[in-house]
Structures are given as C-alpha cells and as structure tokens.
C-alpha cells in the first residue's frame, strides 16, 4: 500500500550491467517537501540511480514509485512529475534562453497563457530575467547555463526536481543564488541533489543519503550521521603558556583524550589546540578549571566542535570500503554508465603471471 507522505519510495532497487552492479539493492524513502542530499564517491552509483528515478533507465530488479506511481509500469506518466537537471546540462546553444524555456514547456504539455506565466516564473526565480532571457545560450557564462538548466527543470511545475551537481564550477555568488531558489521552494517542491560540494549539502538540505560500492552506507539529518560516525567530543582551547605543558595537563585528565590539532602562536601569546576525546564526560568544564588554576597557563577561550558532512562522509565510505575491498590491484567497474565505475580487487591471470616469471628469469641470466 502507498504512503501518501513519501514523494519517493524506493524498495530493494537494482541495477546490473552485464555482471557489474552499479547498483546494489537499495531502499529509502523521501517525504514530500523535503531537500535530500545524495553523496558518494565517483562510481558509487549515484547518476545511475537519479537516471532511474526519471525514468531514462530501467533497474533490473526492485520497486520505485514517485507520487505513488509505480516507475516500472506507468514511467511515461511519472515523468509529468519530475523536473531533471543532468550533470552535463546539455543545452542548445543557438537558441535564445527564452526561446528555450518555451520549447521546454511546450514538450512538457504547457500551452498558452499558462505557458507564458510559467517561463516568467522560472526566469525571475532563477535571476535571468533581466539578464539573460534575451542572451543566446552559447554566448551564456557557465555559472549562467547552470541557472538555465535548473530553469527548464522548474519549468512545468514539477513536484519533484532531481538535480546532479547543480553548483559545480560556479562563484560563490551564483551558488548563493542557487541556495536561495532551493529555500523559497522548500516545501512545496521535493529536491534531490548530488553534489560533490559537501557545504552545500550540509547548507540547504534536511537530510543525506550516502551511497557507495552501489549501497547506501549512512542515511540521516547530520545531527543522526554525527552520532553514528562521529560521536566523540571534540573542542577546542586557546590558551598561553607551554604548549607541551599544556597539552600534557589535559590529556592527563581523561586517558581517552587526543591532541589532534595545534596551531601557531599568535602576537598575544595565545594558539589554538585541538582535542578528541571518545568518552570524557564534563571534559571541557574540567579543562577550563585545570587551566585558570594553573598560575603558568592562561586561557582565553574554549569551544565546542562538531565534525562537517565532509569528516563524516570520509568515514562513511572508508568504513564500507575497508569492510568490502581487499587490500591489492584495483580496476574501473564498468557497471555506471558515467564510465567512473566502482572499484573492486583486480587479480592477476595465470598466464600473466607466468609472463612475469619469464621475463624475470631474462633479465637474471
């Protein structure tokens, strides 16, 4: 039965090609409104999985639905839903940016006065209406062709909008623009976004889903990924005086305590040190107290730290590679589509390695 508060159900999905899984079983869950991160190194199969999504691939096993629509069998309808924003962007570039988003519209069933209202919408959401909308899209900056992509995507009103790397290689001032659109349709539009820019993630959406080797390794708003992966207390203490003095008095405290970090001295006297530590409880109330009580040490100030999405996702992928690839060879899976496989143990034939042998024994005699 279809639960009428996900926008997307996805239901043990896969995805071979030939004997590759881009891939692997997945399942997860998107509510409507929501603004959903989708990590993963090159090849863990995210591409693969948003292409599905739209309806430009078929898996090979598994259930999606989008509006609770079955993908498998009513795809041509699911895709009235759904906006799509490819990595590449590809755009024809002798068309005027109006132009297109007219073209754009009229394929996606918009017509007259409706259609007139949506591309003026699209165009004043995205800031090209005064400054672009007139511009053929080959003459258009890249930063420029990134906010026409994601206009078309708006264009017909979709309930969903599927974008892969919609902030790569533009200024911090277009990406700002960017984030801007994303916070006025929150809510009323469910976005899911692929980025390799892991700020961006962790600034405009609710939750992530990290995928790699094809599987989702970690799911949750950063507050639930931090626990998971990173649950140790981390702070931070500027103070003067000794740095080894100082950092041996506070690791004393607790032996689970980690100097991680320490920085240089600045002209009052003061530097930055950095600690770790798995299970210290009151650590930095206790650090604070050592510190003013100790008459060769001053402390300016103590603060608390928390891992970003990109010291998670680090860990993330690292535990499922360590626990899924053997140390050895590795070779480009072929299974993505995007030709940035996953990577697997590569074992050498017999007959290479018997070649090797030969050429040894040439080289000694």
Known sequence: MVNEDFLIEVDQLTKT???????????FQIRKGEVVGFLGPNGAGKSTTMRILCGLLTGTSGRMSVCGIPMAQYSHEVKKYIGYMPENNPLPLDLRVYEYLRFRGKLKGLEGARLKKRVDLVLELCDLHRSAEQRIIGNLSKGYRQRVGIAEALVAEPKLVVMDEPTIGLDPHQVIIIRDLIEKLRGEVTFFISSHVLSEIENSCDRALILNHGRIVAEGTLTELRENFAPEISFEVKAKGDPREISAQIQKLDSNIEKTDEGAVD????????FRSAKAKDIMERTAALLVRNSRTSLGEIRETHPDLEEIFIRATQRSWEIE??????????GDESGKGQMKPKAKSKRARSKKKRNVRRKTS
């Not at 030939?18 to 399942?27: E, H, L, M, N, T």
């Not at 002209?267 to 950095?274: H, Q, V």
């Not at 690839?325 to 072929?334: M, N, Q, R």
């Open 325 to 334: 690839t053997p140390l050895g060879a590795i070779e480009e899976d072929a």
């Open 267 to 274: 002209k009052a006297g003061f530097r930055w040190f950095s």
């Open 17 to 27: 090609f030939g004997r590759k899984k881009a891939v692997d079983c997945i399942s």
